[in-house]
């Protein structure tokens, strides 16, 4: 049996805020043992001790199962069970997951790799896994009831089979979905080519996450399982910004991005600063005559995309979901919208009886990110970290590129802000402004209007005064 040392070999968090990584064990006689982590930094490339060699992944947030070799076969062993994930500083969920973590940890193989995985259970309730996109036989597909029983809490069941085709995969369960995955059951699985493929090129950094979503009330621990489309966190491995770590990569790396959707809605990924081409989806390597550029990629649900790109450009290019309400985090989505509406008088009357009474949105949202609002215990503010600007204004699905000139091979550590050259930040205009030019008419006349009679109506809205006008009436 391969020592705990041999595991975690070049297996050191490379964030700051992280410690070293946190190793538990159980004694289970026969099976390999299974590794634990709970912290929740992404963990430096795992390199393969035995077996094939290739350049490992890293998973955002998370980390890479160390494995057995036995006889030629390569043995994991994924524990599920409840666990408890800072999905950002200051914010803790109580999910379900894999080995201490959710998403689970990632498994990394080569093409024409025997595998076999136990899965120990201990949640309240059966489970299995689905290893979605293999080919396998059948009786290894994990989904309960159709090609196997579920496993039941406290029992272990082995999957073996050969991972026949390079790509990227996902795996989760197959058994009560609904609850399993709406708590964060689910991990990433990358099959590595053996050998050069010629869809397949070499990479310099082979980046990997998850989409996935919660409902968890602010002030609360456990995401609301019923909840189909309206949840309040949208993530990445289980983190929404500010806590996901940024994509670092050198200058001049040719970089690959993979990203799976377990949510249950879409999200157009979008990199600033870069095109990049789909290199890869949920069934393989694309054909080189399909690629095309491009700077955002919808990844659907249940479905997954690579995409490469050479990163030439420095700086700190986001990089986020672009469906505005995914890059929030809670509160904030029932809020009326309140732009232009003047309520100052309203808000004199309230403050008689309510002395603290505020009223949010007047202006836009973007006060709220800087409002030092009393929040719930549990929770972080809808749109919030700090970049050298100020306020991002951003939670969920976001994250930076940093492309840094001097950022050495291999080194994944934080290198801090982007130092703009001289000139090259959008800066304040001083001097005359021309009026600007503005259209004047009211419309085309492609269509002639049904009545003509009826007077204009103008919808009036406040412009913008003083920044708290409560008492200017
Ligand atoms: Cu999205």
Redesign the pocket.
């Known amino acids: 049996m391969a020592s705990r040392r041999e595991f975690f070999r070049g297996a050191t968090a490379i964030t700051g805020a992280v410690a070293v990584a946190s190793v538990a064990k159980a004694a289970m006689a026969a099976l390999p043992e299974p590794v634990v982590r709970t912290d929740p930094g992404t963990m430096a490339p795992l390199a393969p001790s035995t077996g094939r060699p290739y350049r490992p992944v890293v998973t955002l947030n998370g980390w890479t199962l160390p494995w057995r070799m036995n006889q030629g076969v390569k043995e994991f062993h994924l524990v599920a069970e409840p666990v408890v994930r800072e999905m950002a500083p200051g914010f803790k969920a109580h999910l379900w997951g894999y080995n201490g973590q959710s998403p689970g940890p990632t498994i990394e193989v080569v093409e024409g790799d025997r595998v076999r995985i136990f899965v120990t259970n201990r949640l309240p309730e059966h489970t299995s896994i689905h290893w979605h996109g293999q080919r396998l036989p059948n009786g290894m597909d994990g989904v309960n009831g159709l090609t196997q029983q579920g496993i039941d809490p406290g029992k272990t069941f082995v999957y073996e089979f050969v991972a026949r085709r390079p790509g990227t995969f996902m795996y989760h369960p197959h058994a009560d979905e609904m609850t399993q995955m709406a708590m964060g059951m689910m991990g990433f699985w990358v099959t590595h080519p053996k050998g050069r493929h010629p869809l397949i090129d070499d990479v310099d950094r082979d980046f990997v996450f998850l989409?996935n979503a919660y409902d968890i009330d602010p002030g609360s621990y456990t995401p609301k399982i019923m909840t189909m489309l309206d949840f309040n966190l949208?993530s990445w491995n289980s983190r929404i910004f500010p806590g996901i770590d940024p994509l670092v990569v050198s200058k001049h790396d040719r970089v690959r991005i993979r990203i799976g959707n377990l949510?249950m809605?879409?999200?157009?990924?979008h990199l600033h600063g870069h095109e990049f081409v789909v290199t890869g989806t949920d069934g393989g390597p694309t054909p080189k005559a399909s690629r095309w550029p491009e700077v955002t990629t919808d990844v659907a649900v249940g479905q997954m995309r690579q995409v490469e790109f050479v990163a030439d450009e420095e700086g700190d290019w986001a990089f986020h979901?672009?469906?505005s309400h995914?890059t929030m985090n809670a509160m904030g989505h029932d809020v009326p919208t309140l732009i232009g509406v003047d309520h100052r008088g309203l808000a004199r009357k309230i403050t008689r009886l309510v002395p603290d009474y505020m009223v949010m949105g007047e202006r836009g949202m973007a006060d709220m990110a800087e409002m030092e609002m009393p929040l719930p215990d549990n929770t972080i503010p809808m749109m919030t970290g700090d970049g050298p600007f100020g306020s991002v204004e951003m939670g969920?699905?976001f994250s930076v590129l940093k492309v840094r000139a001097d950022q050495k091979p291999g080194d994944f550590t934080d290198p801090g802000w982007y130092r703009h050259p001289s000139g090259t930040v959008a800066f304040e205009w001083s001097g005359a402004l021309p009026d600007p030019a503005r259209f004047a008419a009211e419309g085309g006349t492609s269509m002639s209007p049904a009545r003509r009679d009826r007077a204009p109506v103008e919808v009036r809205v406040r412009k913008p005064g003083s920044r708290f006008g409560h008492d200017n009436h």
Not at 265 to 269: G, L
């Open positions: 989409l949208w949510t809605t879409n999200h157009p990924i979901c672009h469906k995914h969920g699905m």
